[in-house]
C-alpha cells in the first residue's frame, strides 16, 4: 500500500494531504496559514509547507509527492538561487499599466491588434495577474533586481525545487522544473506549441533568464530528501481539475469569493477578447478558463442583509418559486470580470409589492451569481469547448439551492463532489500517477448528482438586465 502527498500552496495557506496511491483513500491532512499580502518572500512558503508537512504527520513514508500552487506568481533567483525580492503574487495589480503597454506595443499601438497576437501566441491577453507583466514591472521600476534575476520560476516550481534539495548556494539553477499548467499562464510560454517564448522575455524583463524545463504530465521533477519521487505539480486550477477527476466534456464551476468556469479541452483556445484564458492542463489537454468576480460574498451580504445564516438563506431561497417571481439580480457587487465591466455596480430588477420578500430576495441573489457564471460557460463553448456535465465545487457549492439553480440554469447534469481539499488531492493524484506511470481511477464516493428542469426564461431575463451595464448612458 504505497502512500504519496499532495500539496496545495494557496494564496492563504498550505495543505497537505496523504494518501493511498491506489484508492485515493485520505490516511492524513496538516495545514499551515501563509502571510496576508500581494508580495511574499517565498522562504514564509517553505516554512508553511513544513509546519503542514509536521501537522499531517511527516512524509517519511511518502513514495511521491506533487505541489500544486497558486498561478503566476514572480519568484526571481539570482545566480546563487537567493530570492531577488519578496514574490509578486497573482492578486498584485500594481502590473496592470504594464499588461496595457505590452497589448498595445505588441499591436504597434494597435490594442485591439496586439489582444489578437497575445491571444494567438499565448492563449492569454496579458492583465496584472500574469507573470510576464510582473517581469515588465520589475524592469521599469526595480532595474537593478531585475538585471541581478538569473532565473524565473513560480510558486510551485520553487516549492518542488527546495523539495529537491535545491536553494541558495546549490548551484541548482539548471534543476528547476515546472509543468504545462503552471507554464500556461506565465504569458511567456505557448500552450499550442509547448514552447517559451524568448522575445517576450526580453520584452519584459529585458533578458532571457534560466527558466524551469516543462516537463510531462507523469514525469518526475526529482527526488525529495526521503527518496520520494517528485512530481511536476500543477497550477491551483489545473490541480482542481485533477481532483475532481475532470476528463474533456466536463465543466468544472467553482464559487468561492470569485467565481472560476473551466472545462478540459482537447485543443488550446484562442481569445483576443481576454474573456478567455488559454490554459493547458496537468494532463496533456487544455484548461480555458473564465473568472467572475462576484460570487460567494454577494451570498455572504444577502443572509447579512436578510438577518440569516447561510443555511437559512439556503432554505429561504428553496422556498421560493423558480425565477423568484420575476425578481432578478445583477450581482456586480464589486464590478465585473466576465463581462469586463471593472466600474459597475449590482442593481436589483422587477420589484413588486407581490414578489418583494425576503425568500424572493434569497432566490434571486442565488440565480444571479448562477447565471453570471452561465456567461462563463457561454464564453467557453463560444470558442468550441464542450460541455457535457457541470461539476460544482468551492463553498458556495454546499448550498443546495445553489445547486438546483445551477443545473436549472446551465440545462446540464450537476456533480457535486465531497467537499474536500481538491487541489491538494490533486496533487496527490499526479504524485500516484508518477509513482504507478497511470493516473489512478480514484472513487469520489461522496459526489452527488442533482438534476433540474431547464429553466432558460431565469437566463433570458438576467441577460436583459445585465446587458444594459455594458450601454453606454445616452
Known sequence: MPLVAGVDSSTQSCKV???????????????APHPAGTEVHPDAWWDALQAAISAAGGIDDVAAISVGGQQHGMVCLDEDGAVVRPALLWNDTRSAAAAEELVKEAGDGDAAAG???WAEATGTVPVASITATKLRWLAENEPENAARTAAVCLPHDWLSWRLAGHGPGTDGLDALRTDRS????????SPSSGEYL???LVRTLGHVPVLPRVLGPLEAAGTAAGGALIGPGAGDNAGAGLGVGASVGDVVVSIGTSGTVFAVAGQPTSDASGLVAGFADATGHYLPLVCTLNASRVLDATAALLGVSLPGLTELALSAPVGAEGLTLVPYFEGERTPNLPDATGSLHGLTLRNYTPANLARAAVEGIVCSLADGLAALTAKGVAAERIILVGGGARSAAVQQAAAAIFGLPVLVPEPGEYVADGAARQAAGVLLGAFPEWKNAGTATVTAPAAPGVLERYRSEASAKGRPHS
Open 17 to 31: 494531504v496523504v494518501r493511498d496511491a491506489e484508492t485515493g483513500a485520505l490516511l492524513r491532512s496538516g495545514s
Open 115 to 117: 489582444a489578437r497576437w
Open 198 to 200: 524568448p522575445e517576450i
Open 182 to 189: 503552471d507554464a500556461s499562464g506565465t504569458g511567456y510560454w
